[in-house]
């Protein structure tokens, strides 16, 4: 389950629509995948594009997200070893998109197509890997044999990101952020729920016994009510049985009556 710990939450609404998005309509040549654990850190596989040293090769990079996105530009990472000028050997981009020419306006569709032109058209005047940009200016086939052949090796086709996989997230991200509201309410009922049940029940009568002038203790005549599942109270079968007890005790009484009223009569 994703955490998204250091993102707030309309920072992660906004990501869950562009991850969607680009899962639905991918630009040329890029995939996107997403780590479940953090949706700060999004993947993504670049082919490389036709007529280019890096031709027939899969770049796996990342973007990390900061917790001001989009206020501040992600970082790009490369995780494939590529021969670039603007590429450093760490995967570090250097690009202008990324640093100062950053708009928040700005999403990572744009930030991933701007990442594959620099595969298209790299910038050796800005070099990160200064070995690359110098070989780029002085002798391009060297630069380009360079980086066919980092390509060949390092460059080999990923394992595919799962279909589906982002709508999943994205769908169990916002199922996260509804469920703590939905938490909320269920304390809330539990605790409205409880407080209802520490009333005293309308049915849960007492009746005084008087004998001598002298008040007795009163008894209840029904047991404590009990809670079903449903949550209603349900009454004890004590009711019933009392009514029926004091009725029978009625037609005794009565009968005892009748017996002195023909005894009466006899004499």
Same mark, same amino acid.
């Given at each position: *389950?994703?955490?998204?710990e ?8 906004q ?16 995939k ?7 949706f700060s850190i999004?993947?993504?596989d670049?082919?490389?594009?036709a007529?280019?040293?890096y031709?027939?090769?899969v770049?796996?990079m990342?973007l990390l997200l900061? /917790?001001?996105?989009? /206020? ?13 000028p603007n590429?450093?050997?760490n ?23 701007v990442?594959?032109c ?12 200064e070995?690359?940009?110098? *070989?780029l ?8 044999? /360079?980086a066919?052949?980092y ?9 595919k990101?799962?279909?589906g ?6 769908t ?8 703590t509201s939905?938490?909320n309410?269920?304390q ?6 409880a ?7 309308p ?7 008087t004998?001598g ?5 009163q008894?209840s005549?029904?047991?404590?009510t009990?809670?079903g ?7 004890g079968?004590a009711?019933?049985a ?10 005794a009484?009565?009968?005892?009556m009748?017996?002195?009223k023909?005894?009466l009569?006899r004499?």
């Open positions: *389950m994703a955490t998204n250091n993102l707030p939450p309309n920072v992660i609404k990501l869950a629509k562009e991850l969607k998005s680009l899962d639905e309509s991918p630009p040329e040549g890029i996107v995948g997403v780590n479940d654990d953090d999004i993947y993504a670049i082919e490389g594009p007529g280019t040293p031709e027939n090769g770049f796996r990342k900061s /917790h001001d996105f989009p /206020h501040s530009p992600p970082k790009g990472y490369f995780l494939t070893k590529i021969f670039h590429i450093a050997t995967g570090e981009i250097c690009v202008n998109t990324l640093k100062k020419d950053w708009n928040p306006s700005l999403g990572l569709r744009h930030v991933l197509i990442v594959r620099l595969l298209i058209e790299p910038f050796p005047e800005s070099a990160l890997n070995q690359a940009g110098k *070989m200016l002085e002798n391009y086939d060297e630069y380009a044999r /360079h066919r052949l390509t060949g090796i390092h460059a080999k086709p990923k394992p990101f799962k279909s996989a982002i709508c999943e997230s994205t169990a991200l916002n199922v996260d952020q509804s469920n939905v938490l309410v269920d809330k009922n539990a605790a409205s729920g407080a209802a049940l520490s009333l005293p029940s049915l849960a009568q007492s009746i005084t016994a004998k002038g002298n008040n007795q203790d008894q005549i029904f047991p404590t009990e809670t599942v449903s949550g209603t109270a349900l009454v079968t009711g019933p009392l009514k029926k007890e004091g009725l029978t005790k009625v037609q009484d009565k009968k005892k009748d017996a002195r023909k005894s009569k004499l």
